[in-house]
């Protein structure tokens, strides 16, 4: 199977910058959907990023727009979130997750096969 596995969190101050990395191992997929997620506790998992196989395509969820960056890794490291102008409310864990063989870009976690353990984000004010 595949395995995922979060780096990069952290505690960083308002206005602050992480870049998240998901590294991955096990079977390989031509063609596969990264997303990244995130929870709070007590909240549901809320969608963040996520990019096409081919990493012509992205999409944010609004809250993030403009402030992260979603991009493909080219070896074992299969995806990144670089997150920029962080604020109190994007504390969470942040997940990333992976779905193989998928037309488009999907945004719901049921959508979604493969997930790593998750990275604690914290933005102190």
């Known amino acids: 199977q595949v395995q995922l596995v979060e780096s990069g969190g952290g505690l960083v101050q308002a206005g602050g910058s992480l870049r998240l990395s998901c590294a991955a191992s096990?079977?390989?997929?031509?063609?596969?959907?990264m997303g990244w997620f995130r929870q709070a506790p007590g909240k549901e998992r809320e969608f963040v990023a996520a990019i096409s196989w081919s990493g012509a395509s992205t999409v944010y969820a609004d809250s993030v727009k403009g402030r992260f960056t979603i991009s493909r890794g080219n070896a074992n490291i299969a995806v990144y979130l670089q997150m920029n102008s962080l604020k109190p409310e994007d504390t969470a864990v942040y997940y990333c997750a992976a779905v193989p063989g998928r037309v488009g870009v999907q945004t719901r976690p049921y959508e979604y096969d493969y997930w790593g353990q998750g990275t604690q984000v914290t933005v102190s004010s």
């Open positions: 096990g079977r390989t997929f031509s063609k596969y959907t």
